[in-house]
Nanobody
Framework: QVQLVESGGGLVQPGGSLRLSCAAS????????MEWYRQAPGNEQELVAG???????NYADSVKGRFTISRDNAKKMVYLQMNSLKPEDTAVYYC???????????WGQGTQVTVSS
């Protein structure tokens, strides 16, 4: 079993920055591929960024060059650094873990990000 807890969301002005954090517990973190998803009201859930167990990364086109995903295996943490935020980045952001051995997925409870002046 894996537990995920996100933090770091909030209200920020356009052009500002936020760093989201996701703390994992309950499993060998190095076996988890980690992803950030987001969902805005009325929209489908969207994959924002992912990082593999080998730290390979991928990003949605809408956030490339602005967001950076990273992981710290020793601390069992994954981060999403979000720069140059836009109002369209407003959403609930969710952390997802995919266990590369058991193939199970796990979700955090989400954290709200609001970009508004």
């Amino acid at each position: 079993q894996v537990q995920l807890v996100e933090s770091g969301g909030g209200l920020v002005q356009p052009g500002g920055s936020l760093r989201l954090s996701c703390a994992a517990s309950g499993s060998i973190f190095s076996s988890l591929a980690m992803e950030w998803y987001r969902q805005a009201p009325g929209n489908e859930q969207e994959l924002v960024a992912g990082i593999s167990t080998g730290s390979n990364t991928n990003y949605a086109d809408s956030v490339k060059g602005r967001f950076t995903i990273s992981r710290d295996n020793a601390k069992k943490m994954v981060y999403l650094q979000m720069n140059s935020l836009k109002p369209e980045d407003t959403a609930v952001y969710y952390c997802r873990a995919w266990h590369t051995v058991t193939r199970r997925t796990y979700w955090g409870q989400g954290t709200q990000v609001t970009v508004s002046s």
